[in-house]
């Protein structure tokens, strides 16, 4: 099993930044692929961005710019810069865990950007 913790969401001014972080626990394998997804209300859950452990990163294109992924394999974490954000960037970003075919999520963190 994976337990996956987020933290770092919170209210935010349109053309503020936030960071994201999600550290992973338990049967951590690699190569593995982190990232995040997002789910705004009315809407289904959404790829933000993701990253294979020794790879380069892929990002949705309602974020490219803006939102820039990383990971510290050491401590098993990803994170996710969020720049110029933006009101429709409001949603419950989960964190993603997936290897050899099993996925997993974490809870959520709220982001809300308004003025």
């Known amino acids: 099993q994976v337990q996956l913790v987020e933290s770092g969401g919170g209210l935010v001014q349109p053309g503020g930044s936030l960071r994201l972080s999600c550290a992973a626990s338990?049967?951590?394998?690699?190569?593995?692929?982190m990232g995040w997804y997002r789910q705004a209300p009315g809407n289904e859950r959404e790829l933000v961005s993701i990253m294979a452990t020794s790879s380069s990163a892929s990002y949705a294109d309602s974020v490219k710019g803006r939102f820039t992924i990383s990971r510290d394999n050491a401590k098993n974490t990803v994170y996710l810069q969020m720049n110029s954000l933006k009101a429709e960037d409001t949603a419950v970003y989960y964190c993603?865990?997936?290897?050899?075919?099993?996925?997993?999520w974490g809870q959520g963190t709220q982001v809300t950007v308004s003025s």
């Open positions: 993603y865990y997936r290897r050899l075919g099993d996925d997993y």
């Open positions: 338990g049967s951590i394998f690699r190569p593995n692929v």
